[in-house]
């Protein structure tokens, strides 16, 4: 930010600071301990990287872009001056989350530092403002209790059922030969659903942490009971119950997956799915299962978008259609999360591999059999027909010689 202008810093950030974590982390894994999955130094300088890249981003949208080049959410994260060191150290630097985040935007941090995120107003049991600002500050002492009673279940689950569940079994030749396939698949599943305790115990006390220091005030719910879910980083839920691949990313590593959508997503003029997985693949590290996890994301991601798009519409007719949809997606979502990220655990090449030759890459044919098949109209195509129906309606407004389009303008 000192050395270049602000026009180009957020690519210059960007690229110093993913080259220098990647650097990091290929030394941690191939000159100091291969396969030491554990916490190490570059845990921290994964959300400090974060950070620093969206602040650059914040930074330029607020002082190089006009507003109305600018997206709502970009507006609203939007940093129209440059921050002091002191500032600039603090959002990066700040106890809480120098560990293991999450990570919030700059303008969070700030109006929590002096004091303002306090300030939404009252909502009343029809869920309008009555217009009453509150009194005193929320008490976060109810979400951080119930917040570390979930992050006790979840190392509970995680000690006592993955150590007899381990996900390398799965890869196992005696265990192969001796099960039939579909007790390899509810294996594998109950394998990950004991993995993913872990996260949920790193995430959730990072967020009760926060929440203790009277970080992450997201307003008040219809009764009027404070909500502490503004930097969280799962909803646990919504992930073991996801009906959609993009459910469950949606809802897992929350914080992770807005700022890999604001830098990348939602900037990128070529394939931003593939473009935001190769990105994530980068950011988490260097081991190969990574990218292998990443890349089978982009085909599942895509075949599942095409399934969305051409038949769900045709199960919405009633309640047990939709129930039936429900359950065959839920189904269709968890065996494809599972299978996916099998590399991921298993970090290295060879037994990634022999996983998805032992499932005779199944899912990869299916999907990719999908995307081929199922039509789907491509972001740039629907915003060009978003663009030409707005054009469209500002015509026939213009050339309309009746007051309908007024009339709707003042019903919106």
Request: proline share 4%; charged share 15%; hydrophobic share 40%.
């Amino acid at each position: 930010m000192i050395f270049t202008s602000v026009e180009h810093m957020h690519k210059y950030c960007f690229v110093v600071t993913l080259g220098y974590l990647s650097f990091c982390q290929v030394t941690r894994v191939y000159v100091f301990d291969y396969g030491m999955y554990s916490a190490d130094f570059t845990g921290p300088m994964m959300v400090i990287t974060q950070k620093i890249t969206s602040l650059a981003f914040e930074i330029h949208d607020g002082l190089m872009k006009r507003e109305e080049h600018l997206k709502p959410s970009q507006k609203y994260l939007a940093v129209r001056k440059m921050p002091s060191l002191l500032e600039y150290l603090s959002y990066n630097c700040n106890f809480m989350g120098i560990l293991a985040g999450p990570t919030c935007s700059y303008n969070d941090y700030v109006a929590f530092i002096e004091g303002r995120c306090y300030e939404p107003k009252h909502l009343e049991s029809n869920g309008k403002e009555n217009g009453m600002l509150k009194q005193s500050d929320p008490s976060p002492k109810r979400d951080v209790i119930q917040k570390v009673c979930t992050c006790a279940l979840s190392l509970m689950v995680y000690l006592l059922i993955y150590a007899a569940c381990p996900t390398e079994r799965v890869i196992d030749d005696t265990f192969m030969a001796s099960n039939p396939f579909y007790i390899q698949v509810l294996y594998l599943y109950i394998s990950m659903l004991a993995l993913r305790p872990k996260y949920y115990f790193v995430w959730t006390l990072a967020d009760a942490i926060n929440n203790a220091a009277g970080f992450g005030f997201n307003g008040y719910n219809t009764d009027g009971t404070p909500k502490w879910d503004r930097i969280s980083n799962l909803r646990i839920l919504n992930i073991e119950f996801a009906t959609s691949f993009k459910m469950f990313l949606d809802n897992w590593n929350i914080q992770t997956a807005l700022w890999l959508k604001r830098v990348c997503y939602e900037r990128c003029p070529y394939n931003p799915t593939a473009a935001t997985f190769l990105l994530s693949a980068i950011w988490h590290g260097a081991y190969p299962g990574y990218y292998l996890t990443f890349v089978t994301g982009i085909v599942v991601t895509k075949a599942a978008r095409a399934v969305r798009h051409n038949v769900r519409q045709h199960f919405l007719g009633s309640a047990a259609l939709k129930l039936i949809y429900d359950v065959i997606t839920w189904f269709s979502t968890q065996m494809a999360i599972c299978y996916t990220v099998v590399p991921f655990v298993l970090l290295a090449v060879g037994p990634s591999i022999k996983f998805y030759s032992s499932w005779y890459c199944c899912i990869h044919l299916l999907c990719v059999l999908l995307v081929l098949v199922l039509p789907v109209k491509s972001r740039r195509t629907k915003q060009q027909e978003q663009l030409g129906s707005v054009q469209a309606s500002e015509q026939n407004c213009l050339s309309s010689p009746d007051n309908n389009c007024n009339q709707k303008q003042k019903a919106t």
